[in-house]
């Protein structure tokens, strides 16, 4: 009897370690392949905001008409990005200065305005009403108000042909401050 007993201690033994074993295995393939996925799937931000002097960061947006914006499709000109609000005070005051920017850039550089924290419907009004004459594209996730390290409108970004940030404003953009930026750009205003 006792030889059975013991026997049979040791064939439950035997399944605690390969149990164990096998939970080891499969938590381990988990774990890799958690960090496989989240490795190709969900890319990691930036680490620091962007700066003068370093590339802009890739976007890809769409427009109030529906059209494709995206910053590989600016490359060649200097652009000018504000990201703005329908419902933010600052960004509407400052909105007849970029609209000037806009109307005077003659083929010599783009305007766009990408419009965060907001809805289609708003956007679509305010862009009437103040009588827009430039793209603007919605982030409508605040993908692109988060890789550029904004923590709320306004805040214009020049970039250069090649697509290196030449100034940033973070706030309200006075008409001293865009001529001094449109210069850095390389571009006379």
Not at 7 to 15: I, N, S, V
Not at 47 to 61: C, K, M, Y
Not at 165 to 172: A, M, S, T
Request: proline share 6%.
């Amino acid at each position: 009897m006792k030889k059975a007993r013991r026997k049979q201690a040791l064939t439950h033994g035997q399944l605690r370690a390969f149990g164990l074993l096998t939970a080891s295995v499969v938590l381990a393939l988990a774990l890799h392949a958690h960090s496989v996925w989240a490795q190709h799937v969900h890319p990691a931000p930036p680490s620091s905001a962007p700066v003068v002097g370093t590339a802009a960061i890739a976007f890809d947006l769409k427009t109030l008409d529906g059209k494709a914006a995206g910053l590989e499709s600016f490359r060649g000109k200097p652009l000018v990005i504000n990201f703005f609000a329908s419902w933010c005070d600052p960004c509407r005051d400052e909105m007849p200065l970029i609209n000037e920017l806009s109307a005077k850039a003659a083929g010599n550089y783009q305007v766009l305005g990408i419009a965060v924290e907001d809805s289609r419907a708003a956007v679509s009004e305010y862009a009437k009403e103040a009588k827009l004459v430039f793209p603007v594209a919605l982030d409508l996730n605040s993908t692109v108000k988060r890789a550029y390290r904004i923590f709320g409108p306004p805040a214009t970004f020049f970039i250069d042909r090649q697509g290196i940030i030449r100034d940033i404003v973070i706030g309200p953009i006075t008409s001293e401050r865009a001529k001094e930026a449109m210069k850095r750009l390389g571009v006379a205003k």
